[in-house]
């Protein structure tokens, strides 16, 4: 169905840190890439007013990713600003005059969750929800109870198809890459399935702690931080049947029903670690069991992937910075070479940041008399340089009322499904050194299926398995 674009871009949480780290960047970059040219209405609490915030978006943009002087200019033109307590009802008064003649203003909520119904509350006294949509940031809740109590608050006010929440990892031209390279070839079809797939593991490292956070961090811990959404965002991707076509709502079926097929995890599916000196962090409770680290082990009820074991594994504080999927594939049933050790022959692997890799793993001969090889990866697609960014694209998708990259209400809910038996302190939590790997216990749930590969970083595209 076709959706007016929209004509006002209002802006909660414009003084914040995802402002300045994400939003001002992507902002510059639709002006220059994409012929941006709404009213940004920022509003903030306190005592800012457009100057200073016409100040806080030129600092934003020279610290992440520079200044673009005529993108940058025109972006502190568009700029307006209200003043105001999201509990004062004269706050969305103000911002009603302010959006004038605008039909269909976008408003963007990088707010806290805890205020979103009364944001959406003032918005809807003072009728600025008229042809409305919103954009909400991640987490969607905290547990399956809260996301369902999430979703109600929202369907009050929008239809699901004005809702777009954010996952970064949606946005990311190598997530995009692994769902092109999936559907628009065949070659992987006929082996995408538990007669030839043995096992699929995505690991997402950081060489770095909370990074001044430690109060958000400990609300939330890896699980509900990155796992629940980024980490089975792309699974789903790489596991989900082909969609129909390319419409929002055909991908976002395919998804639901592979997240429907997602068992409810056990405590013995799941090992928490946390980085020794987390509990020096600024914000961090002194007694916390928050996690920096999870790795579990999931299985999917499907004639697809009966019996193929899906691991995840995330944390802070490990020695790389890295996100990659190895996708290993079933040996040959007999060994007629006997350097062949048991290790996996041959695998997918997909690298998704830093750089971006597709490759093949095999087996090759070496040149000589004995029947002997080593091996090797067909790299199909190696790629360093910067892409797009996440937010100028899910942004402008948002702005265009395409919601193919957002995430739909049923599905978020579905994903707290499978975690909710987990969450929380049911599960111990084991310390592990800064720079390690994460908590040995994290080795046994894998062992079965080869272990762990560990990223290296270089060469770029060699895998350990
Ligand atoms: C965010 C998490 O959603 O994703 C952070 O809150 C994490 O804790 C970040 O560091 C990782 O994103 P990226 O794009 O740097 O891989």
């Not at 709404?38 to 934003?60: F, T």
């Not at 890896?222 to 629940?228: E, K, S, Y």
């Not at 090889?373 to 948002?398: I, N, Q, W």
């Amino acid at each position: 169905m076709a959706t007016a674009k929209s004509d006002a871009f209002v802006f909660f949480g414009a003084t914040g840190d995802l402002a300045y780290k994400q939003i001002f960047p992507a902002l510059q970059a639709l002006i220059r890439n994409d012929h941006f040219d709404l009213p940004i209405i920022g509003i903030a609490r306190s005592d800012w007013n457009l100057e200073r915030l016409r100040e806080r978006a030129r600092a934003s943009l020279r610290e992440h990713g520079g200044i673009h002087e005529q993108a940058a200019r025109k972006l502190c033109r568009l700029l307006q600003f209200v003043n105001g307590d999201y509990n004062d009802p004269a706050t969305f008064t103000q911002l009603r005059k302010t959006l004038g003649e605008a039909k269909h203003p976008l408003h963007y909520l990088a707010i806290p969750p805890s205020m979103f119904e009364t944001v959406v509350n003032g918005l809807d006294a003072a009728e600025c929800l008229h042809g409305a949509r919103v954009v909400v940031e991640k987490p969607f809740g905290r547990d399956l109870k809260s996301a369902r109590e999430l979703n109600r608050v929202l369907h009050r006010f929008f239809r699901e198809q004005d809702i777009f929440r954010i996952d970064h990892y949606l946005g990311k031209e190598p997530v995009q890459n692994l769902q092109y390279f999936r559907f628009a070839n065949s070659l992987l079809e006929p082996l995408w399935n538990r007669d030839h797939i043995a096992s699929m593991q995505i690991t997402m490292a950081e060489n770095f702690g909370v990074q001044g956070r430690g109060k958000f961090y400990d609300e939330v811990g890896a699980i509900r931080d990155v796992v629940q959404n980024h980490m089975f965002q792309v699974l789903a991707l790489l596991t989900m049947g082909a969609p129909v076509n390319r419409s929002a709502d055909a991908m976002r079926d395919e998804k639901l029903r592979l997240f429907r097929s997602m068992r409810s995890l056990q405590p013995g599916d799941i090992v928490r670690g946390q980085f020794e000196g987390y509990l020096k962090e600024h914000g961090v409770a002194r007694d916390s069991k928050v996690e920096t680290f999870a790795a579990l082990r999931i299985h999917m009820d499907t004639w697809r992937w009966a019996g193929v074991p899906f691991f995840i594994r995330a944390g802070k504080e490990l020695p790389v910075k890295c996100t990659e999927v190895l996708v290993r594939l079933k040996n040959p049933p007999q060994q007629i070479f006997d350097d062949v050790d048991s290790s996996a022959v041959n695998f997918f692997h997909f690298r998704l940041s830093p750089d971006v890799v597709i490759s093949l793993g095999a087996r090759v001969k070496q040149p000589g008399e004995e029947m002997k090889g080593h091996p090797v990866e067909l790299v199909a697609h190696h790629d360093t340089h910067t892409e797009m960014a996440p937010y100028e694209r899910l942004l402008g998708d948002a702005i265009d009322g395409d919601s193919t990259l957002f995430t739909r209400d049923d599905s978020v809910e579905e994903a707290w499904r499978v975690l909710d038996p987990i969450l929380g302190d049911r599960v111990p939590v084991h310390k592990y050194k800064p720079g390690s790997w994460g908590p040995k216990q994290a080795d046994a749930l894998i062992a079965d299926a080869g272990g762990w590969n560990n990223p290296r970083l270089d060469p770029p595209h060699r895998v350990n398995t």
